[in-house]
């Protein structure tokens, strides 16, 4: 189905806007306290409107793992730091290796679908081919079995 502009629109089940918008959320949380070297729950507990509880599950299950998730991330990355990777593509990568760690139930394809559009919407050219590169590689290791990467694209090392 095209909108307006001509481009094609994926057509959603119900509840996936609420998971896309509780991760969209969550995304402008992360970054937020990136950017203000805070611990995202300082950054929750200032918000005059408390997110919703996806929201808070996302953003609490990514500081609480904050150590594993950046190691699964690290590990996948080749020739990328942490603190060299554009901040919106980090939050994203960190919400969906929290998703594929933690959310068995919910689809590797659904995750890694979810954080590519976030990073096309939100960081750079390259950051979609980017994230689903090495987000394949984190549900790889982190769910076994073959990690489908969306676009077929295997993007992950800064070098290309």
């Given at each position: 189905?095209?909108?307006?502009?001509?481009?094609?629109r994926?057509?959603?089940?119900?509840?996936?806007?609420?998971?896309?918008?509780?991760r969209e959320r969550a995304l402008t949380i992360?970054?937020?306290?990136?950017?203000?070297?805070?611990?995202?729950s300082e950054v929750v507990a200032s918000l005059p409107i408390r997110?919703?509880?996806?929201v808070i599950e996302l953003?609490?299950?990514?500081?609480?793992?904050a150590a594993a998730i950046d190691e699964a991330i690290r590990s996948h990355a080749r020739n990328w730091d942490l603190a060299?990777?554009?901040?919106?593509?980090?939050?994203?990568?960190?919400?969906a290796t929290h998703e594929l760690m933690c959310e068995p139930d919910t689809p590797t394809?659904?995750?890694?679908?979810?954080?590519?559009?976030?990073?096309?919407?939100?960081?750079?050219?390259?950051?979609?081919?980017f994230v689903n590169g090495v987000l394949a590689a984190v549900?790889?290791?982190?769910?076994?079995?073959?990690?489908?990467?969306v676009g077929g694209t295997e993007a992950h090392d800064a070098t290309e």
């Open positions: 189905m095209a909108d307006g502009g001509g481009q094609r994926r057509r959603r089940r119900p509840g996936d806007d609420l998971r896309t918008e509780s992360l970054y937020e306290a990136q950017s203000k070297r805070l611990e995202p997110p919703d509880d996806r953003v609490s299950g990514v500081q609480d793992r060299r990777m554009p901040v919106i593509d980090l939050a994203v990568l960190r919400i394809a659904v995750i890694i679908d979810e954080a590519v559009e976030l990073a096309k919407r939100f960081s750079t050219d390259d950051s979609g081919r549900a790889q290791q982190v769910r076994g079995g073959s990690a489908p990467a």
